[in-house]
């Protein structure tokens, strides 16, 4: 599914704005209501994964809805509709994540939590490398023709469903039974038993997605400083390289290590990367930048996920999930509409700048949070 969803995102920004004649502004409101429905859509999702103890049908649902999207994009004669198809899209991703990650949450045993979900982060972004690499390939044999390329991206979008359909499994029954039952009545009463830790965690991943918008301003980075169109997803590539080759040993050491001295070293790359992208001129400084920004993903994503399993009780995981992508949602809609107002207005740097500033500060607020005040 990545592999077909990257293969689109790839080119759909410069699609957009080239083809359709959107603005920076609406390429952000675009890309900020698709990806925050998306985290807005796991609250829900969540909860009622934890409700009903059976996590797979929400899970085929949610990749079912994104692959019968896939469509729309060739068909799209107007943004409304690259609108609709990215909205629907990020609906069936969000039905889909939150209980995928709450059913690995439920299956591996706690001393490998971090190095399952960073074994994820890193077969999703295998997908994500290959995506662009063949938007690259196909964009070369069509001439330039991307409504064709769109096309292709439907079979491989339909594989993963029939993945999900004949090869996922439900967890063991018999570790469901530890797992106290709820009515709808009581379930909002037991959010009382997360912990400060969890909702420390929970500012620090809002914080994250309001300063990291989407990665289409990238693409429109890479496209500022000299580009060719053909070229342009090597931006994502060279992104999700480092993101792949990251995101399972940044796993896989945070068990031995911790979580947190990891966020915290992601924080930084994160950092790095805004200022060389605000700073950069030519497309070297850009690639350089690109790739702290992929091991920032790298380092956060994978490890944010196993934090949110570490810091709630295995019978409210699904909500825990949910919750927390739900502020990063919203916060993502804010940022990535922010981010396009400021490159309409004020130029591309500028946006990178402001993530600067906002990367700071959640910085900062982890090291008070989790290493001044001792969160339990």
């Not at 293969?7 to 359709?20: A, G, N, Q, W």
């Not at 675009?30 to 899970?59: H, M, N, P, W, Y």
């Not at 994820?120 to 994500?128: E, F, K, P």
């Not at 910085?363 to 001792?374: D, E, G, N, R, T």
């Given at each position: ?22 603005s ?12 925050s ?63 995928r ?18 074994l ?6 295998i997908?994500?490398?290959i ?19 769109f ?8 594989i ?23 009515q ?50 090597t931006?994502i ?11 399972f040993?940044?796993?896989a050491?945070?068990d ?6 990891i ?61 927390f992508?739900f ?27 402001s ?5 700071l ?8 949070l ?7």
């Amino acid at each position: 599914m990545d592999l077909s969803t990257e293969l689109i995102r790839s080119l759909l920004p410069v699609y957009m704005v080239t083809v359709l004649g959107a603005s920076l502004t609406y390429v952000g409101l675009v890309e900020g209501i698709s990806e925050s429905t998306a985290q807005i859509t796991k609250i829900f999702s969540g909860t009622l994964s934890d409700f009903l103890q059976k996590r797979k049908f929400l899970v085929g649902l949610g990749y079912g809805m994104s692959a019968f999207t896939k469509p729309l994009y060739p068909l799209a004669n107007s943004i409304g509709v690259i609108l609709a198809a990215r909205f629907l899209d990020r609906i069936g991703k969000g039905i889909r994540d939150a209980p995928r990650d709450a059913l690995i949450s439920d299956i591996v045993p706690i001393e490998g939590r971090g190095a399952s979900f960073g074994l994820r982060q890193t077969l999703d972004t295998i997908g994500a490398i290959i995506g662009p690499v063949l938007a690259i390939v196909l964009l070369y044999l069509f001439s330039g023709n991307i409504r064709q390329v769109f096309w292709l991206a439907v079979i491989p979008a339909m594989i993963a469903v029939l993945v999900v359909i004949f090869a996922v499994k439900e967890p063991l029954q018999e570790k469901k039974k530890n797992y106290p039952k709820m009515q709808w009545s009581q379930f909002f009463l037991k959010v009382r038993h997360l912990k400060a830790s969890f909702w420390h965690l929970l500012l620090i991943g809002g914080l994250l997605a309001l300063a990291r918008f989407s990665e289409a301003f990238l693409i429109l980075k890479g496209q500022a400083v000299g580009l060719p169109l053909t070229w342009l997803p090597t931006i994502i590539i060279v992104m999700n390289i480092a993101y792949a080759l990251s995101a399972f040993p940044a796993g896989a050491l945070s068990d031995v290590v911790g979580r947190k001295i990891i966020i915290l070293i992601s924080m930084g790359l994160l950092i790095v990367a805004s200022l060389l992208l605000g700073l950069s001129e030519n497309i070297i400084v850009t690639m350089i930048g690109v790739i702290f920004w992929g091991l920032h993903m790298g380092l956060s994503q994978g490890l944010l996920a196993a934090f949110v399993a570490d810091t709630a009780p295995s019978h409210l995981h699904g909500f825990a999930y949910g919750i927390f992508y739900f502020v990063c949602g919203v916060n993502t809609l804010t940022g990535s509409i922010l981010a396009g107002f400021i490159g309409d207005y004020f130029g591309l740097d500028y946006l990178f700048y402001s993530s600067t500033i906002i990367s700071l500060i959640a910085l900062m607020s982890f090291v008070v949070l989790f290493y001044i005040q001792k969160t339990e």
